[in-house]
Protein backbone atom coordinates (compact mmCIF):
# COMPACT_ATOMS: atom_id res chain seq x y z
CA UNK A 1 0.00 0.00 0.00
CA UNK A 2 1.45 3.71 -0.96
CA UNK A 3 2.22 5.75 1.33
CA UNK A 4 1.95 9.70 1.56
CA UNK A 5 4.02 10.90 4.36
CA UNK A 6 2.90 14.20 5.53
CA UNK A 7 5.23 16.56 7.67
CA UNK A 8 3.93 19.65 10.10
CA UNK A 9 6.30 20.90 12.57
CA UNK A 10 3.85 23.33 13.74
CA UNK A 11 3.69 23.47 17.54
CA UNK A 12 0.58 25.69 17.73
CA UNK A 13 -2.59 24.99 16.60
CA UNK A 14 -3.95 27.41 13.54
CA UNK A 15 -5.53 27.28 10.20
CA UNK A 16 -2.58 25.39 9.26
CA UNK A 17 -3.17 22.68 11.25
CA UNK A 18 -6.55 22.43 10.64
CA UNK A 19 -5.80 22.42 6.87
CA UNK A 20 -3.42 19.46 7.37
CA UNK A 21 -6.60 17.48 8.45
CA UNK A 22 -8.52 18.28 5.77
CA UNK A 23 -6.02 17.34 3.52
CA UNK A 24 -5.69 14.03 5.23
CA UNK A 25 -8.98 13.21 5.31
CA UNK A 26 -8.90 13.76 1.52
CA UNK A 27 -6.14 11.66 1.07
CA UNK A 28 -7.91 8.99 3.51
CA UNK A 29 -11.23 9.27 1.13
CA UNK A 30 -9.54 9.05 -1.79
CA UNK A 31 -6.85 6.39 -1.15
CA UNK A 32 -10.30 3.58 -1.01
CA UNK A 33 -10.36 5.29 -5.11
CA UNK A 34 -8.45 2.94 -7.44
CA UNK A 35 -8.61 6.22 -9.79
CA UNK A 36 -5.67 7.69 -7.80
CA UNK A 37 -2.24 6.50 -9.78
CA UNK A 38 -2.23 3.16 -7.86
CA UNK A 39 -3.20 0.33 -9.67
CA UNK A 40 -5.13 -1.05 -6.36
CA UNK A 41 -5.46 -0.35 -2.91
CA UNK A 42 -4.97 2.86 -1.18
CA UNK A 43 -3.01 5.91 0.47
CA UNK A 44 -1.72 5.13 4.22
CA UNK A 45 -1.60 8.57 5.01
CA UNK A 46 1.40 9.57 7.91
CA UNK A 47 1.93 12.70 9.21
CA UNK A 48 5.14 13.63 11.33
CA UNK A 49 4.13 16.33 13.94
CA UNK A 50 6.30 17.95 16.49
CA UNK A 51 7.09 16.68 19.67
CA UNK A 52 4.73 18.13 22.12
CA UNK A 53 2.17 19.05 19.88
CA UNK A 54 -0.43 17.34 21.93
CA UNK A 55 -3.44 18.82 20.25
CA UNK A 56 -2.96 16.66 17.19
CA UNK A 57 -3.98 13.39 18.89
CA UNK A 58 -7.03 15.37 20.29
CA UNK A 59 -8.51 16.50 16.52
CA UNK A 60 -10.15 12.93 15.08
CA UNK A 61 -8.02 12.43 12.25
CA UNK A 62 -9.12 9.27 11.48
CA UNK A 63 -6.75 6.72 9.61
CA UNK A 64 -3.55 8.81 10.39
CA UNK A 65 -0.82 7.54 11.98
CA UNK A 66 0.86 10.50 14.02
CA UNK A 67 4.84 10.20 14.70
CA UNK A 68 5.92 12.89 17.25
CA UNK A 69 9.93 13.79 15.82
CA UNK A 70 11.85 16.40 17.52
CA UNK A 71 13.40 17.47 14.57
CA UNK A 72 13.98 16.96 10.88
CA UNK A 73 16.73 14.54 11.09
CA UNK A 74 14.94 12.33 13.10
CA UNK A 75 12.45 12.28 9.99
CA UNK A 76 14.64 11.51 7.68
CA UNK A 77 16.19 8.39 9.44
CA UNK A 78 12.05 7.25 10.03
CA UNK A 79 11.55 7.47 6.12
CA UNK A 80 11.58 4.62 4.03
CA UNK A 81 14.53 3.86 2.16
CA UNK A 82 12.53 3.22 -1.37
CA UNK A 83 11.30 6.33 -2.98
CA UNK A 84 8.22 7.88 -1.26
CA UNK A 85 5.69 10.81 -1.63
CA UNK A 86 6.51 13.12 0.99
CA UNK A 87 4.21 16.51 1.66
CA UNK A 88 5.00 18.86 3.58
CA UNK A 89 2.52 21.90 5.94
CA UNK A 90 5.39 23.89 7.36
CA UNK A 91 8.45 24.67 4.71
CA UNK A 92 11.89 22.66 5.09
CA UNK A 93 14.84 23.99 5.76
CA UNK A 94 17.19 24.33 2.66
CA UNK A 95 19.65 21.45 3.55
CA UNK A 96 16.47 19.45 4.38
CA UNK A 97 14.29 19.87 1.69
CA UNK A 98 17.52 18.98 -0.70
CA UNK A 99 17.65 15.88 0.90
CA UNK A 100 14.19 14.86 0.61
CA UNK A 101 14.01 15.69 -2.85
CA UNK A 102 16.86 13.65 -3.48
CA UNK A 103 15.32 10.05 -2.29
CA UNK A 104 11.85 11.11 -2.65
CA UNK A 105 9.55 12.55 -4.25
CA UNK A 106 8.92 16.02 -2.46
CA UNK A 107 5.65 18.89 -2.84
CA UNK A 108 4.59 21.46 -0.26
CA UNK A 109 1.81 23.35 0.68
CA UNK A 110 2.93 27.16 0.55
CA UNK A 111 0.70 28.15 3.00
CA UNK A 112 1.27 31.79 3.17
CA UNK A 113 2.54 34.27 0.80
CA UNK A 114 5.99 34.55 0.41
CA UNK A 115 5.73 38.29 1.39
CA UNK A 116 9.08 39.38 2.73
CA UNK A 117 9.72 35.61 3.49
CA UNK A 118 12.60 34.08 2.38
CA UNK A 119 11.69 30.73 0.28
CA UNK A 120 15.12 29.54 0.14
CA UNK A 121 13.64 25.82 1.32
CA UNK A 122 10.90 25.63 -1.62
CA UNK A 123 13.55 25.80 -4.46
CA UNK A 124 14.23 22.24 -3.87
CA UNK A 125 10.61 21.03 -4.18
CA UNK A 126 9.41 19.05 -7.41
CA UNK A 127 5.44 20.40 -6.78
CA UNK A 128 4.67 23.45 -4.38
CA UNK A 129 0.60 23.47 -3.60
CA UNK A 130 -0.46 26.89 -3.04
CA UNK A 131 -3.86 27.74 -0.96
CA UNK A 132 -4.88 30.44 -3.66
CA UNK A 133 -4.21 32.46 -6.90
CA UNK A 134 -2.68 35.23 -4.66
CA UNK A 135 -0.05 32.71 -2.92
CA UNK A 136 0.67 31.19 -6.22
CA UNK A 137 1.56 34.70 -7.53
CA UNK A 138 3.72 35.28 -5.04
CA UNK A 139 5.59 32.24 -5.27
CA UNK A 140 6.01 32.50 -8.85
CA UNK A 141 7.24 36.67 -7.97
CA UNK A 142 10.00 35.08 -6.25
CA UNK A 143 11.25 32.96 -9.04
CA UNK A 144 9.90 29.78 -8.31
CA UNK A 145 9.24 26.85 -10.36
CA UNK A 146 7.33 23.60 -10.62
CA UNK A 147 4.00 25.45 -9.20
CA UNK A 148 1.33 23.77 -9.79
CA UNK A 149 -1.12 26.20 -11.86
CA UNK A 150 -4.55 25.55 -9.84
CA UNK A 151 -5.33 27.12 -6.50
CA UNK A 152 -6.37 24.58 -4.14
CA UNK A 153 -8.08 26.62 -1.82
CA UNK A 154 -9.94 24.99 1.52
CA UNK A 155 -12.49 23.21 2.99
CA UNK A 156 -15.15 24.99 5.31
CA UNK A 157 -14.21 22.95 8.15
CA UNK A 158 -16.77 23.25 11.11
CA UNK A 159 -16.17 20.83 13.07
CA UNK A 160 -15.66 20.86 17.14
CA UNK A 161 -12.28 21.53 18.26
CA UNK A 162 -10.47 19.05 21.09
CA UNK A 163 -12.68 19.19 23.81
CA UNK A 164 -15.27 21.77 22.95
CA UNK A 165 -19.30 21.61 23.67
CA UNK A 166 -21.80 22.47 21.22
CA UNK A 167 -23.29 25.79 21.51
CA UNK A 168 -21.33 26.86 24.80
CA UNK A 169 -19.84 30.38 24.24
CA UNK A 170 -17.69 31.61 27.09
CA UNK A 171 -15.06 33.72 27.59
CA UNK A 172 -11.67 32.17 27.18
CA UNK A 173 -8.28 31.97 27.05
CA UNK A 174 -6.85 34.76 24.77
CA UNK A 175 -3.38 34.44 25.04
CA UNK A 176 -0.77 32.21 23.49
CA UNK A 177 2.78 31.85 25.72
CA UNK A 178 5.38 31.47 22.99
CA UNK A 179 7.63 29.33 25.96
CA UNK A 180 10.77 30.74 23.99
CA UNK A 181 10.44 33.75 25.71
CA UNK A 182 11.07 34.22 29.29
CA UNK A 183 8.52 36.56 30.07
CA UNK A 184 5.50 34.37 28.52
CA UNK A 185 7.47 31.24 30.41
CA UNK A 186 6.22 33.70 33.37
CA UNK A 187 3.31 34.50 32.48
CA UNK A 188 2.19 31.14 31.47
CA UNK A 189 3.33 29.55 34.80
CA UNK A 190 0.86 31.73 36.32
CA UNK A 191 -2.47 31.69 34.23
CA UNK A 192 -3.30 28.29 35.05
CA UNK A 193 -3.19 29.33 38.82
CA UNK A 194 -5.27 32.80 38.32
CA UNK A 195 -7.67 31.12 35.79
CA UNK A 196 -9.76 29.63 38.33
CA UNK A 197 -10.58 33.07 39.81
CA UNK A 198 -11.30 34.33 35.89
CA UNK A 199 -14.40 35.06 35.55
CA UNK A 200 -15.96 33.37 32.36
CA UNK A 201 -18.97 34.68 31.12
CA UNK A 202 -21.24 33.15 28.56
CA UNK A 203 -21.80 35.90 25.61
CA UNK A 204 -24.63 37.14 24.92
CA UNK A 205 -25.56 39.74 22.03
CA UNK A 206 -25.75 43.17 22.62
CA UNK A 207 -28.09 45.52 21.02
CA UNK A 208 -26.99 47.25 17.84
CA UNK A 209 -24.49 45.98 14.70
CA UNK A 210 -22.51 43.07 16.06
CA UNK A 211 -19.14 42.90 13.86
CA UNK A 212 -16.70 39.97 14.69
CA UNK A 213 -13.28 38.90 14.30
CA UNK A 214 -12.89 35.50 14.34
CA UNK A 215 -9.38 34.43 13.90
CA UNK A 216 -5.80 33.80 15.33
CA UNK A 217 -4.94 37.16 16.55
CA UNK A 218 -1.38 36.97 15.10
CA UNK A 219 0.84 39.55 13.09
CA UNK A 220 0.63 38.56 9.50
CA UNK A 221 -3.61 39.77 10.00
CA UNK A 222 -2.43 43.09 11.36
CA UNK A 223 -5.18 43.71 12.96
CA UNK A 224 -3.50 46.60 15.09
CA UNK A 225 -2.33 48.52 11.59
CA UNK A 226 -6.03 48.27 10.33
CA UNK A 227 -7.40 49.20 14.04
CA UNK A 228 -5.43 51.71 14.02
CA UNK A 229 -7.32 53.23 11.24
CA UNK A 230 -10.83 52.23 11.50
CA UNK A 231 -10.99 51.93 15.55
CA UNK A 232 -11.73 55.75 15.27
CA UNK A 233 -14.72 55.22 12.80
CA UNK A 234 -16.30 52.44 14.90
CA UNK A 235 -16.18 54.76 17.71
CA UNK A 236 -18.62 57.71 16.17
CA UNK A 237 -21.04 54.60 16.18
CA UNK A 238 -21.79 53.66 20.00
CA UNK A 239 -24.62 50.93 18.72
CA UNK A 240 -21.68 49.24 16.85
CA UNK A 241 -20.22 46.27 19.07
CA UNK A 242 -17.15 44.37 17.87
CA UNK A 243 -16.58 40.95 19.43
CA UNK A 244 -13.41 39.31 18.88
CA UNK A 245 -12.91 35.42 19.32
CA UNK A 246 -9.13 33.93 18.67
CA UNK A 247 -5.90 34.14 21.16
CA UNK A 248 -2.46 35.58 20.34
CA UNK A 249 0.70 36.10 21.50
CA UNK A 250 0.67 38.93 24.23
CA UNK A 251 2.34 41.56 21.99
CA UNK A 252 0.29 40.96 19.37
CA UNK A 253 -3.42 41.03 21.58
CA UNK A 254 -1.54 44.18 23.14
CA UNK A 255 -1.25 45.92 20.49
CA UNK A 256 -4.98 44.75 19.20
CA UNK A 257 -5.90 46.61 22.46
CA UNK A 258 -4.04 49.65 22.20
CA UNK A 259 -5.54 49.99 18.43
CA UNK A 260 -8.70 49.61 19.91
CA UNK A 261 -8.59 52.69 22.52
CA UNK A 262 -10.99 54.75 20.95
CA UNK A 263 -13.66 52.37 21.14
CA UNK A 264 -12.88 50.31 24.16
CA UNK A 265 -15.94 50.38 25.56
CA UNK A 266 -17.28 48.81 22.24
CA UNK A 267 -15.07 45.59 22.52
CA UNK A 268 -14.88 42.62 23.98
CA UNK A 269 -12.19 39.63 23.57
CA UNK A 270 -13.64 35.96 23.76
CA UNK A 271 -10.92 34.24 23.44
CA UNK A 272 -10.25 31.03 21.27
CA UNK A 273 -14.04 28.78 21.22
CA UNK A 274 -14.30 25.28 19.75
CA UNK A 275 -17.33 25.72 18.25
CA UNK A 276 -16.84 28.10 15.71
CA UNK A 277 -20.21 27.37 14.35
CA UNK A 278 -21.74 28.79 17.24
CA UNK A 279 -19.80 31.77 17.30
CA UNK A 280 -20.49 32.73 13.31
CA UNK A 281 -24.19 32.27 14.30
CA UNK A 282 -24.02 35.38 16.45
CA UNK A 283 -22.44 37.95 14.70
CA UNK A 284 -23.82 40.31 11.92
CA UNK A 285 -20.60 40.29 9.73
CA UNK A 286 -17.22 39.00 10.00
CA UNK A 287 -14.27 41.44 9.45
CA UNK A 288 -10.89 39.99 7.36
CA UNK A 289 -7.49 41.42 8.51
CA UNK A 290 -5.06 43.55 6.10
CA UNK A 291 -4.70 41.50 2.93
CA UNK A 292 -1.17 40.77 1.60
CA UNK A 293 0.20 38.83 4.27
CA UNK A 294 -3.35 36.75 4.38
CA UNK A 295 -3.27 33.19 2.32
CA UNK A 296 -6.45 32.22 2.13
CA UNK A 297 -8.60 33.44 5.08
CA UNK A 298 -10.65 30.51 6.24
CA UNK A 299 -12.60 32.28 9.06
CA UNK A 300 -14.17 34.14 5.85
CA UNK A 301 -14.98 31.03 4.26
CA UNK A 302 -16.44 29.16 7.18
CA UNK A 303 -18.56 32.68 8.17
CA UNK A 304 -20.39 32.13 4.78
CA UNK A 305 -20.69 28.60 5.30
CA UNK A 306 -22.98 29.70 8.10
CA UNK A 307 -24.73 32.12 6.63
CA UNK A 308 -22.91 35.04 8.11
CA UNK A 309 -21.47 37.91 5.21
CA UNK A 310 -17.86 39.12 5.56
CA UNK A 311 -16.19 42.65 5.34
CA UNK A 312 -13.32 42.31 3.93
CA UNK A 313 -10.43 44.22 2.22
CA UNK A 314 -11.04 44.59 -1.69
CA UNK A 315 -7.80 42.83 -2.23
CA UNK A 316 -6.69 39.05 -3.34
CA UNK A 317 -6.79 36.77 -1.74
CA UNK A 318 -10.40 38.32 -0.29
CA UNK A 319 -11.41 38.90 -3.45
CA UNK A 320 -11.10 34.80 -4.48
CA UNK A 321 -13.19 34.23 -1.47
CA UNK A 322 -16.06 37.07 -1.16
CA UNK A 323 -18.61 37.90 -3.69
CA UNK A 324 -19.73 41.14 -3.62
CA UNK A 325 -22.79 42.25 -2.21
CA UNK A 326 -23.98 38.20 -2.18
CA UNK A 327 -21.56 37.11 0.21
CA UNK A 328 -20.35 40.17 1.70
CA UNK A 329 -19.03 43.34 1.28
CA UNK A 330 -15.31 44.67 0.20
CA UNK A 331 -13.94 47.87 0.99
CA UNK A 332 -11.34 50.18 0.21
CA UNK A 333 -8.20 49.16 2.23
CA UNK A 334 -7.77 51.57 4.62
CA UNK A 335 -4.44 52.65 4.05
CA UNK A 336 -5.55 54.28 0.90
CA UNK A 337 -8.29 56.25 1.90
CA UNK A 338 -7.85 56.99 5.67
CA UNK A 339 -11.11 54.18 6.11
CA UNK A 340 -12.74 56.68 4.25
CA UNK A 341 -14.44 53.79 1.83
CA UNK A 342 -15.27 51.57 4.98
CA UNK A 343 -16.71 54.55 7.03
CA UNK A 344 -18.80 55.17 4.14
CA UNK A 345 -19.82 51.14 3.98
CA UNK A 346 -20.82 50.72 7.93
CA UNK A 347 -23.21 54.01 7.47
CA UNK A 348 -25.09 51.95 4.75
CA UNK A 349 -25.10 48.82 7.32
CA UNK A 350 -26.19 51.09 10.02
CA UNK A 351 -29.09 52.27 7.97
CA UNK A 352 -30.42 49.08 7.13
CA UNK A 353 -28.35 47.71 3.64
CA UNK A 354 -29.60 44.50 2.51
CA UNK A 355 -27.95 41.90 4.94
CA UNK A 356 -26.65 38.91 2.00
CA UNK A 357 -27.03 35.66 2.96
CA UNK A 358 -23.69 33.39 1.48
CA UNK A 359 -25.88 30.76 1.21
CA UNK A 360 -27.91 32.01 -1.81
CA UNK A 361 -24.65 31.61 -3.71
CA UNK A 362 -24.44 27.79 -3.71
CA UNK A 363 -22.44 27.30 -6.26
CA UNK A 364 -19.74 29.90 -4.61
CA UNK A 365 -19.77 27.82 -1.72
CA UNK A 366 -19.76 24.43 -3.39
CA UNK A 367 -15.71 25.64 -4.40
CA UNK A 368 -15.10 25.21 -0.62
CA UNK A 369 -16.96 22.27 -0.37
CA UNK A 370 -15.07 18.77 1.13
CA UNK A 371 -16.00 17.43 -2.34
CA UNK A 372 -14.50 20.27 -4.60
CA UNK A 373 -11.39 19.39 -2.12
CA UNK A 374 -11.33 16.47 -2.52
CA UNK A 375 -11.56 16.25 -5.97
CA UNK A 376 -8.67 18.88 -6.32
CA UNK A 377 -6.41 16.73 -4.29
CA UNK A 378 -6.84 14.50 -6.47
CA UNK A 379 -5.86 15.72 -9.60
CA UNK A 380 -2.88 17.28 -7.43
CA UNK A 381 -1.52 13.96 -6.53
CA UNK A 382 -2.16 12.44 -10.09
CA UNK A 383 0.15 15.53 -11.17
CA UNK A 384 2.79 14.16 -9.21
CA UNK A 385 2.60 10.71 -10.72
CA UNK A 386 4.86 11.50 -13.52
CA UNK A 387 8.70 10.78 -13.68
CA UNK A 388 11.40 12.99 -14.61
CA UNK A 389 11.45 15.85 -11.98
CA UNK A 390 12.80 19.25 -12.13
CA UNK A 391 13.64 21.10 -9.21
CA UNK A 392 12.46 24.34 -9.07
CA UNK A 393 14.69 27.07 -10.13
CA UNK A 394 16.98 29.22 -7.59
CA UNK A 395 15.12 32.07 -6.04
CA UNK A 396 15.96 35.38 -7.18
Not at 121 to 130: D, E, M, N, V
Not at 303 to 312: D, F, K, N
Not at 353 to 381: K, M, T, Y
Amino acid sequence: MPVCHQINLQTSFGGGEVYTRFFSEALVSLGWDVELFVASGGWDVELFVASGAGFWSSMGMDGVRLREVASEAEILDALPAQRSLVVTHTAASAAFAAVLAKRHVLAGFVHMPLYERNPAGFACYHRLFGVSQHVLDSAAGRGLGNIYPEPMYGVADLALRPGAVQGVLRAGRVYDWDRRKLRDRLLGALAPLVAPFMPQPPFARRAGLTLGIVSRLTPIKQFPRMLDILAPVLARHPAVSLEVFGSGGFASVRDIKTALGPMRNQVRFWGQQGDVAAVYGQLDYVLSGLPEKEALGLNLIESQACGTPVLAVNAPPFTETVIEAASGYLFTDPRRDNGLDFARLLERLIAGAPRPDPRNGAAHLARFSREAFRSRVGAAIEALSGDGWTPAKAVV
